[in-house]
């Protein structure tokens, strides 16, 4: 008996073992071709000794942790809709439900977000019945003050941020805690209650940078004139730091010299203001402010060239168009009256071109797609970015309208307005989108059929035919492991024979069948006396190596049965994939792709409705400020007027005056 299939001669190097296994016993060679049929039909690769054998499935822990950590990437990778849509797939497929509270609260955070306040407080409210984690529950009544917070609630936020249930916060959430507790504050005037959440804040930090501007500014406007100044310049003497930071020192610095401005204390205002970036977002403030300054101690030639250099930049800003004025009266005071003349003439009709502009964009806002002027400049420069990502850049990049804007942007209530709109704009660009590839999806759906029903029937009868191939291998192998004798017998010298061995042998014993049927001649008998010992040596060859060959066949049939163990394995996950391939052709994911069509139709009829409905409001809000805009530059339009009607009469009066003399 030979050696039956070895595990590494399942490969094409392989092919030399083979070939001495075929002829070594039909049995073996049988089996062995059943083995290579079923692994050639199934493109199967072999599996190595050190992996299991079986897929391993992860436990329903470790599953939510594995889609808790992708909610925690999208959700910190400025992707909160992707974030916001995998929670709920989760919890649509059990994985993610109201025991899991982690997952619950960033849950309430993105409905918060999406300003759906009312199922974020569900929420907030069903893990505060909990008992959960201190950290867990104190974060989880921070995000139920911040909702409070953003709807207005002050005094509900604050009884919740002062009181105990918030303690056991990580640092930055707890500065977040005191930075809305001090806004609380600083609006209720309550400003030693704001002092105490403000020296809660460590220093250095963003949060504490922006608590003590705003306690500054709140102080001054109580008439605590010193001490906002001097919390203010804490703001302004930190150090340089990235865009935001820097142009909150010069809001500082603004804040500063605008109150010094307005006490008359002249020095210190411009000390303050010097400090203002020159290509910062105030600059055109502080070069107003400062040019002021000079120009209230009467020292007109400091004052005109900071004008002057306000005056080159955009007209539409209102520093700018106070500055067209303001330049030529400078003149005036130095009794330059001619380049007085000229600055007044100037203004005249700057401000006279900027009522134009004033008027096409009233005409502007009347068009359909003024707001798509204002949209996300990453969306138009085809971002990449979340459709529902919260911190879209929302300035505009055209439309004469938009330089007088900024003033409705700095509106809490147009911010919030214009920001809700954006993201209905989003959702619908995401529900067209959706609505696009559903024809393709359908379709793939119905090819998918198709094919399935054409090649199932043929897979179905393939598998049967390679699990009756399969179960008639291990029947063979089962079958030849009991035949192997426990003992070793030379009655039967070529099933104790290696593949060299027995091509020795199978000559020998044709050699004597041969000379068997030929004469009984002198000749004769020396060949068969001769023949006799060559069987003699081969059987002494055969029986010492028996031991060896025996343990090797033992070793190749029970590889044989590992390689059929392999082969059943894939024969099941291949009956799985036609299971699986079945359901799908009987799937009821056609009625329900044509359903979604429909509900998805109704979606953008519904969004366009209420985006119809808010960007009326928004127009109605940009008209108004377009107005007041155009009614402040007609006032100075007349002003100017006014100047130069008022230098021409003086000219002309002075030349009477002389004509007389």
Request: charged fraction near 25%; aromatic fraction near 6%; charge should be negative.
């Amino acid at each position: 008996m030979t050696g039956a299939v070895a595990h590494s001669d399942l490969r094409p190097d392989g092919a030399k073992k083979y070939r001495r296994l075929f002829r070594a016993t039909p049995l073996i060679a049988a089996i062995c071709s059943c083995v290579l049929a079923v692994s050639a039909h199934g493109s199967f690769l072999v599996i190595g000794d050190d992996l299991p054998s079986e897929p391993m499935s992860l436990d329903l822990e470790s599953s939510r942790y594995l889609a808790f950590g992708e909610v925690i990437h999208a959700f910190y990778s400025d992707r909160q809709f992707d974030a916001l849509t995998q929670l709920l797939i989760n919890q649509k497929n059990e994985l993610f439900n109201e025991d899991t509270e982690y997952a619950e609260l960033i849950l309430g955070e993105l409905y918060v977000n999406f300003g759906l306040p009312e199922q974020a407080e569900a929420i907030f409210n069903r893990l505060l019945k909990k008992d959960i984690l201190a950290q867990l529950r104190a974060e989880t009544w921070l995000h139920k003050a911040a909702l409070h917070y953003r709807r207005g609630q002050l005094d509900e936020a604050a009884s919740i941020l002062g009181s105990r249930r918030t303690e056991g916060l990580p640092s930055d959430k707890n500065a977040q805690r005191h930075l809305m507790l001090a806004n609380i504050r600083i609006s209720q005037a309550e400003f030693g209650d704001a002092l105490s959440s403000l020296h809660a804040i460590p220093a250095g930090t963003r949060e504490g940078a922006y608590a003590t501007y705003n306690m500054g500014v709140a102080m001054i406007r109580a008439n605590h004139i010193d001490d906002g100044i001097l919390m203010l310049g804490g703001v302004l003497n930190l150090p340089p730091g990235d865009d935001e930071m820097n142009a909150l020192k010069d809001r500082a610095a603004l804040a500063i010299g605008l109150t010094e401005l307005k006490r008359s204390r002249y020095e210190p205002a411009r000390e303050a203001l010097v400090r203002v970036r020159a290509d910062g977002p105030f600059s055109n403030e502080a070069l107003l402010a400062l040019g002021l300054s000079n120009f209230e101690r009467r020292e007109f030639r400091r004052a005109l060239p900071v004008w002057l250099e306000l005056v080159r930049r955009n007209p539409s800003h209102h520093s700018v168009q106070e500055a067209l004025l303001l330049a030529p009266r400078a003149y005036e005071e130095l009794g330059a009256m001619p380049q007085s003349l000229a600055g007044y003439q100037f203004a005249a009709q700057t401000l006279r071109e900027e009522l134009l502009q004033i008027e096409m964009a009233i005409r502007s806002i009347d068009q359909a797609d003024w707001l798509d002027r204002l949209k996300s400049q990453d969306r138009q420069q085809g971002g990449h970015r979340d459709p529902m990502s919260a911190s879209a850049n929302y300035k505009a990049d055209s439309g004469p309208e938009t330089a007088y804007l900024y003033r409705l942007f700095a509106s809490h209530d147009f911010a919030e307005q214009f920001r809700q709109y954006m993201e209905l704009d989003r959702i619908l660009d995401m529900l067209k989108r959706w609505q696009g590839s559903l024809p393709a999806l359908q379709q793939t759906y119905r090819d998918q059929v198709a094919s399935l029903e054409a090649a199932l029937p043929a897979a179905r009868n393939n598998l049967v035919e390679l699990r009756r191939q399969q179960r008639a291998v291990g029947e063979g192998v089962a079958a030849l492991m009991v035949t192997i004798p426990a003992r070793l017998d030379m009655r039967q010298p070529q099933h104790l024979a290696d593949f060299e061995q027995l091509q020795r042998w199978d000559l020998i014993m044709a050699l004597e069948a041969h000379l068997t049927a030929l004469p009984n001649t002198a000749a004769y008998q020396g060949q068969r006396e001769r023949l006799r010992r060559v069987r003699g040596f081969q059987l002494f060859d055969i029986a010492s190596n028996a031991p060896q060959t025996r343990l090797q066949q033992q070793r190749d049939v029970a590889l044989a049965n590992g390689d059929i163990e392999i082969v059943d394995i894939r024969l099941a996950a291949t009956e799985r994939l036609i299971r699986d391939a079945s359901l799908h052709v009987r799937s009821n994911l056609g009625s329900r792709l044509g359903e979604r069509a429909g509900k998805i139709d109704e979606m953008i009829k519904e969004t366009e409705r209420l985006m119809a409905n808010l960007g009326q409001t928004l127009k109605n809000d940009a008209l108004r400020v377009l107005a007041q805009s155009r009614i402040q530059l007609g006032e100075q339009l007349g002003e100017a007027h006014l100047s130069i009607a008022r230098l021409q009469d003086a000219s002309v009066s002075e030349k009477i005056e002389r004509g007389r003399e």
